[in-house]
């Protein structure tokens, strides 16, 4: 008896050890964290065109001019400007777009939970970091399903002419989308926080749950509500 005791404690030892360095992990995605540029809805470099109905403050890091048609009376938060030009009397803070640009980079940095795509349609994802390519969103719905980050990283642009499900406690404050060039929005509606490296554009009427900050370019509105 003792000696099967023995062997059994050996065999136990070893089923552990191997469970502790067997290859089990997969990514989890982490809030980037947007800091001073969290209360923004749009951040543009060279223009913002267009008007909408727009939540949060809006921030233009070339002049005022740069903004065109959008006005205060569109806005529920505050226009910024870079020289405190009207329509945006406020000056924008450097550390807004030094916060987005540092968001931008932890998004680079997080490890992958996988590759998927270019087609997003019909997927059912649960909170990760997800590689979609030139990621496309083409008249379908994506299904995000449970609380927790999810982060979309297109490698070139993202296109979509379709809509977003939360299920289960996902929220769109949760969602993030780094394109790396222009991002381009139609459809109904959209979820998430875009940050796009060469503008963001919306088609006609889209409502956007979420956030279009440009780290580089423009934004352009028709008639959308963000």
């Known amino acids: 008896m003792k000696k099967i005791n023995k062997v059994s404690a050996i065999i136990l030892s070893i089923t552990l050890i191997l469970g502790m360095a067997g290859p089990t992990a997969t990514f989890a995605a982490t809030d980037p964290g947007l800091g001073a540029a969290a209360t923004f809805s749009i951040i543009a470099q060279t223009a913002i065109t267009g008007t909408g109905t727009i939540s949060g ?3 233009i890091n070339s002049t005022g001019a740069g903004i065109t048609a959008l006005t205060a009376g ?3 938060g505050t226009i910024y400007s870079t020289d405190g030009v009207a329509p945006g009397l ?4 450097p550390a807004v777009q030094a916060n987005l640009s540092t968001a931008n980079d932890n998004i680079s940095g997080q490890g992958s939970t996988a590759s998927i795509g270019p087609a997003l349609d019909g997927l059912t994802l649960t909170p990760g970091v997800y590689d979609i390519g030139a990621g496309r969103l083409n008249g379908g719905v994506l299904t995000l399903n449970g609380p927790g980050t999810y982060i979309f990283r297109a490698s070139s642009d ?3 002419s379709g809509s977003i499900n939360l299920t289960n406690g996902a929220r769109a404050c949760d969602v993030y989308f780094q394109v790396n060039t222009l991002a381009t929005i139609n459809g109904a509606s959209f979820v998430g926080t875009i940050i796009a490296g060469t503008g963001v554009h919306f088609g006609s009427g889209v409502a956007l749950d979420g956030r ?3 780290l580089g370019g423009d934004v352009t509105l028709l008639n959308n509500t963000i």
């Open 57 to 59: 403050d809006v921030g």
């Open 212 to 214: 279009a900050l440009a």
């Open 90 to 93: 406020a000056i924008l803070a």
């Open 74 to 76: 569109n806005v529920g």
């Open 158 to 160: 993202l296109v979509s």
